[in-house]
């Protein structure tokens, strides 16, 4: 059974950070794209880190450029992104996402809220 279970979301002051953790099962995970998307309340899905297979290539959005690292463990299952410098347009909940091919899975999501 496919899982990806997001985890370490939660409520943070602003210029803090937290570490978000990706466990996946159910499927070869070194060979996918992991993507973090994010979507705030009445706000569209937004993409905000990739990295590809073997870490090859790394991207960010422009809104978290310097400020978010996106990272992954092939032996353990599971992709991380690093926040610091959190600012309350951070808050959204965020998801982790496997690709490969035309193969999509998804997690539940990790809300994540920063006050100001």
């Known amino acids: 059974q496919v899982q990806l279970v997001e985890s370490g979301g939660g409520l943070v002051q602003a210029g803090g950070s937290l570490r978000l953790s990706c466990a996946a099962s159910?499927?070869?995970?070194?060979?996918?794209?992991m993507n973090w998307y994010r979507q705030a309340p009445g706000k569209e899905r937004e993409l905000v880190a990739v990295i590809t297979s073997a870490g090859g290539r790394l991207s960010y959005a422009d809104s978290v450029k310097g400020r978010f690292t996106i990272s992954r463990d092939d032996a353990k299952n599971t992709v991380y992104l690093q926040m610091n410098s959190l600012k309350p347009e951070d808050t959204a909940v965020y998801y982790c996402?496997?690709?490969?091919?035309?193969?999509?899975?998804w997690g539940k999501g990790t809300l994540v809220t920063v006050s100001s």
């Open positions: 159910g499927f070869r995970f070194s060979i996918f794209d």
């Open positions: 996402n496997a690709v490969f091919l035309r193969v999509d899975y």
